[in-house]
């Protein structure tokens, strides 16, 4: 069993079994509705009664108003603000060719259906119709497609909500400009809007003080702030504007920090991905009649609309991102999802954007028709396409090909409240490059205990009480982590996400390993299964860690690290303290400590920590020589070992100059060098180096096999899973206090992308 309750919203692990629950919904709806089973009287009779319009409008009223909250919450603000470029430009492409293509359209349908009045909001009708794209539809298939955290998915979704926004401001801008009275009730809607930003920026840090000592806020909070949302959505659909703006504004401007926030994705993520969506989407199909089209006339101008509708965006969209010198594949699928409809549109539809104006019956049906049969024509078409997998390949799942000033993402996994405080330093130093991103996760991993029931309904829980005893599992542990991750975000500003993964611990590798692939992580740490008792000691604390470890090493789909925290001896968090600890890394040699140097450069750029690379070089003899001492292997083998090796030194010597050219000589760190014949004398040196105050050590895991430097040192090894250096380091017998990181970097295999194996 896994449970992860995180930000971010729930993604799965495989897209081969992909299923386009957007399409079946939108049929669902089409089958009950009047095209196939209302057309039964006494179906009819119970889905359409006299006040059912009212109650549907309403429902859809609700539906709205929760799923465009979520969306304002759930977005990615640091991505939006590095590439609102990017995105305007995507956007705005459609938009702009939308509105030209409008006019000619508008010549023509006003020739069609003889429309004499209202001219001007027919022209809005039409360029919504045109340009917008339902962020809502795009979102739901992005998430069931896996790759939401993909830097496409992402372009698509927020493409797709700029795109929705921009069409609802500029309809709401022309309406508002066109009378006295439409002016009043835009002002209106604003200052509104203003006011529930102003209250959900003040309402949140009460709730936190007053829950501090809870993981959640009860329910009868959570009730206060949804009341509030609706009650001014509703102030701003009575002045004659949507309030999905609003809705999706209040979410955006939500504070991140705290319960209150974590309270509203809890509760709102689950109920609007389940249920309210679904909803919506099947209330978008039943309002569809195809008899309504079998007209020759109606037809051919809802194929003519379509076509004109989707070659717009798909040719705004490429012309966008071959400026943007996005690759056409990817310029292609993202042509196509930002041709989804089902969302503003339909408020034009249904709701002119005139007060008491209803639009012809012809002239609904044309349009209503329009949106619906786009979307089930190429929702199954982008499934389909999205099912291929090449947009969901997990990249990059290494470090030392990241570049250290793009996006990291990481997932910290910890079991106790102990190993939480090293990840929280860790993240603070990686999260030092001003013109970087780090996007940290903190997965809390809990032993599923044997399943209880309990024995209350459901209305005899207590306030804030959850019915599944799910929430309970990690006990204590899990508000004490809540708890420092509040605190750490609220001083830092750094968003560092929470998970919950409760599974067996024979089978929780592969949940880590899983929640990697969602998340698309480029490296897992991991804690080390022993901690430093007070007299300076190591001790075991679970020794089920220890086999976790090893398995989620040898299956991890990306790089993973091992961190040693030693406490107040250790290393500490950088953000906010006055003194500069000193880092060192060593280099040996290898992918590992490539790896390791790689971590090791977004480090660097904190300002409270200083660097020094100490890279060991065989003193006596080449390097390629001291590496093939087995007379007995065949000449083929010798070759073979002697190109490996000097393709491995190559690549060293490249990196390790890189970094110099870099760092070393604009004065970010310091790079020195120990020539070591074995072994002995590379335990010599390290002991000498270990003597100054190290607050923490990088180390690659692996190093190269077989190496003379560290000929002997494997005598003594006991923790494999930690590499020679990295045992050697976390041994009470090396008298050093800081903390330890040992990295191995993920191996690039054809069957990268299999499913994780148990």
């Known amino acids: 069993m896994e449970k992860m309750e995180a930000a971010e919203k729930a993604t799965c692990r495989s897209v081969d079994n992909f299923n386009p629950l957007i399409t079946t919904i939108f049929q669902a709806g089409v089958v009950v509705g009047p095209t196939l089973l209302s057309r039964i009287r006494r179906v009819e009779d119970f889905f359409i009664q006299a006040s059912s319009a009212e109650y549907y409008m309403f429902f859809s009223f609700l539906c709205r108003m929760l799923f465009m909250f979520s969306i304002g919450l759930e977005t990615d603000i640091p991505y939006l603000k590095r590439n609102i470029r990017v995105v305007s430009i995507v956007a705005g492409g459609g938009i702009i060719l939308a509105s030209i293509c409008a006019v000619p359209l508008l010549w023509l349908l006003i020739k069609v259906f003889t429309v004499t009045k209202s001219r001007f909001p027919f022209y809005l009708l039409i360029f919504t119709v045109l340009a917008n794209s339902a962020s809502p539809v795009v979102i739901r298939m992005i998430a069931e497609s896996k790759f939401d955290n993909a830097d496409l998915g ?87 504007y949507t309030a999905i703006t609003c809705c999706f504004l209040a979410g955006l401007m939500f504070p991140r920090e705290g319960k209150t926030c974590r309270t509203l994705l809890h509760k709102l993520t689950y109920a609007v991905n389940t249920f309210v969506l679904p909803v919506y989407f099947g209330y978008t199909g039943f309002q569809f009649n195809i008899s309504k089209i079998f007209n020759k006339l109606t037809l051919i101008l809802t194929v003519l609309i379509i076509l004109l509708s989707a070659g717009t965006k798909i040719v705004a969209t490429l012309a966008a991102c071959y400026y943007l010198k996005i690759p056409r594949n990817e310029s292609l699928i993202l042509s196509f999802l930002l041709n989804m409809k089902g969302n503003y549109d339909l408020i034009i539809i249904n709701s002119p954007p005139v007060p008491k104006m209803l639009w012809e019956n012809d002239i609904h049906d044309l349009f209503l028709s329009v949106v619906v049969l786009k979307t089930l024509i190429l929702a199954p078409v982008v499934a389909i396409w999205l099912n291929r997998g090449e947009f969901c390949a997990h990249y990059p799942t290494t470090l030392e090909i990241l570049n250290p000033e793009s996006e990291l993402r990481m997932l910290a996994c910890a079991y106790i409240p102990r190993h939480v405080s090293g990840y929280l330093s860790l993240i603070s130093a990686l999260s030092g490059c001003p013109n970087a991103t780090l996007n940290p996760y903190v997965a809390h991993l809990v032993e599923l205990p044997k399943k209880k029931k309990s024995k209350l309904m459901y209305h005899q829980l207590e306030d804030g009480d959850q019915y599944s005893d799910d929430e309970e599992y990690g006990g204590n542990d899990v508000v004490q982590i809540t708890n420092a991750l509040d605190s750490f975000i609220s001083e830092t500003k750094i968003p560092a996400h929470e998970a919950k993964i409760v599974s067996s611990f024979l089978t929780i590798n592969q949940d880590v390993c899983n929640g990697a692939v969602d998340l698309r992580v480029s490296i897992i740490v991991l804690p080390f299964h022993k901690h430093q008792r007070v007299d300076g000691k190591m001790e075991n604390s679970m020794e089920g860690i220890r086999t976790i470890n090893q398995k989620v090493i040898r299956h991890a789909p990306c790089s993973v690290g091992i961190f040693l925290d030693r406490g107040q001896t250790g290393f500490q968090q950088p953000h906010g303290s006055l003194s500069v600890q000193n880092i060192a890394t060593f280099f040996f040699g290898g992918p590992d400590d490539r790896e390791a140097l790689a971590c090791s450069k977004r480090i660097l750029m904190h300002s409270q920590v200083s660097l020094t690379v100490f890279r060991f070089i065989q003193a006596n003899s080449s390097i390629q020589n001291s590496w093939i001492s087995d007379a007995s292997h065949k000449d083929e083998e010798v070759v073979m070992a002697i190109s490996s090796i000097g393709t491995e030194n190559e690549m060293d010597n490249v990196f390790v100059d890189t970094f110099c050219n870099r760092y070393v000589a604009q004065g970010k760190a310091s790079l020195i060098e120990k020539y070591v ?59 050093f206090n800081g903390s330890l990181l040992v990295i191995q970097q993920h191996r690039h295999s054809e069957e990268d992308e299999a499913l994780i194996p148990p």
Request: glycine share 6%; proline share 1%; aromatic share 8%.
């Open 154 to 240: 992402r372009l698509a979704i927020y493409s797709s909500l700029i795109s929705e926004m921009s069409c609802v401001a500029f309809v709401a801008t022309l309406t508002a400009c066109s009378s006295t009275i439409r002016l009043v009730g835009a002002i209106i809607a604003t200052l509104v809007t203003v006011l529930l930003i102003f209250l959900n920026n003040y309402l949140p840090f009460f709730f936190n003080k007053r829950n501090r000592h809870n993981r959640f806020l009860t329910n009868s909070e959570l009730f206060l702030i949804i009341f509030i949302l609706l009650a001014i959505s509703l102030l701003v659909e009575s002045a004659g």
């Open 677 to 735: 014949s074995d072994g002995a004398e590379t335990l010599v040196a390290l002991r000498g180096i270990l003597d100054n105050m190290y607050s923490l050590v990088i180390v690659g895991k692996g190093g190269r096999a077989n190496s003379s430097l560290t000929i002997g040192m494997s005598d003594w090894e006991e923790c494999p899973e930690l590499g020679l250096v990295g045992d050697l380091l976390a041994s009470s017998e090396m008298n």
